[in-house]
């Protein structure tokens, strides 16, 4: 695979957003826990303020991390801008203006599937980016792209069926894209996105029948 970027440039990228970012990590991982909660003791509302979660997540990809820093060293960063801000559009449209996206705990396969693949993004992938030599500044944090795929999947997989289609279709895109990084740049981490994939088309395969995409 012919990458147009080297090994210290890639991880360099990771270490100026973190640095230049900080401590909007926090605020990040709180947003992050606050959609569980609503997911875990839903509301009326609840399904509305996680897909906004949801949206401004994957603007914060496109915009605050492929935009602002991943183009200066791959132009393709620009597409990927562009997908994740139609990754974002999608949750604002079937979540907030439609409302077809509602959030419970069903217990079931699907659930703890979505519960392992939160902790992972939240909790494990971090752990493992340090173990593996690249702790902070120079490790993806939550709120970039492969660790917040995860976590969307994760989220996702608490949808009341039958939903949409659409939510789904960026993050499993980006689950087969992302996953390069762990077979060619090392980023041990990156082998969720695998995990998160299978989960994602199960999750795309049995809730959206029903439903118009």
């Given at each position: ?13 990771f270490?100026?957003?973190?640095e ?38 994957w603007?914060?990809?496109a ?51 979505g ?44 949808a ?50 029903g439903?118009?995409?």
């Open positions: 695979m012919d990458i147009p970027f080297t090994l210290e440039q890639f991880y360099g990228v270490r100026d957003y973190n230049s970012v900080w401590p909007a990590q926090l605020f990040l991982v709180a947003i992050a826990l606050a959609a569980i909660t609503l997911a875990l003791r839903p509301r009326s509302w609840s399904g509305l303020a996680v897909s906004a979660i949801l949206g401004f997540l603007t914060w990809i915009v605050a991390y492929h935009f602002s820093f991943f183009t200066r060293i791959n132009p393709a960063a620009y597409v990927f801008a562009g997908v994740s801000m139609a990754g974002a559009a999608v949750f604002i449209w079937q979540g907030v203006i439609r409302r077809r996206l509602q959030f419970k705990w069903l217990p079931g396969m699907r659930a703890y599937a519960v392992a693949l939160m902790v992972f993004a939240l909790v494990v992938y971090p752990i493992w980016s340090a173990y593996a030599g690249h702790g902070y500044p120079d490790t993806p944090t939550f709120g970039l792209p492969c660790p917040t795929t995860i976590f969307t999947i994760g989220l996702l997989a608490f009341v069926p039958p939903i949409p289609r659409s939510p789904l279709v960026v993050p499993v895109l980006w689950c087969l894209v992302g996953a390069q990084a762990a077979f060619f740049l090392g980023m041990q981490p990156d082998m969720g996105l695998v995990a998160a994939a299978v989960v994602g088309i199960f999750v795309l395969v049995t809730a959206s029948q439903q118009k995409a």
